[in-house]
């Protein structure tokens, strides 16, 4: 089991920028496909971004794409999250997710969560 803890979360005006940082520890002999999550009160859990284990494959939601940049560090053992231009309506709790392969990471190890949030 791996276990993740996210940073970097805040309060951003509308069309600022901020970096979520995802430390993952535990399975030091492993490595993670990894993603990040996001879920606004009263709204679904929705994908914002996903990262093969070799980093060579990046994918995205559609409502974060040429937004965000999901990029990560092997040998610090983190997934970052870049978010540019951010909206209102990118406020949500953002999880970061680990699994061993990307289709995995909904059932996956996941972390508490850190809030951003996006004043107008």
């Known amino acids: 089991q791996v276990q993740l803890v996210e940073s970097g979360g805040g309060l951003v005006q509308a069309g600022g920028s901020l970096r979520l940082s995802c430390a993952a520890s535990g399975r030091p002999d492993r490595t993670y496909a990894m993603g990040w999550f996001r879920q606004a009160p009263g709204k679904e859990r929705q994908f914002v971004a996903s990262?093969?284990?070799?980093?060579?494959?990046?994918q995205y939601g559609d409502s974060v794409k040429a937004r965000f940049t999901i990029s990560r560090d092997n040998a610090k053992n983190s997934v970052y999250l870049h978010m540019n231009g951010l909206k209102p309506e990118d406020t949500a709790v953002y999880y970061c997710?680990?699994?061993?392969?990307?289709?995995?990471?909904?059932?996956?190890?996941w972390g508490q969560g850190t809030q951003v949030t996006v004043s107008s």
């Open positions: 997710a680990a699994a061993l392969f990307v289709r995995g990471l909904s059932g996956g190890s």
């Open positions: 990262i093969t284990a070799d980093g060579g494959t990046t």
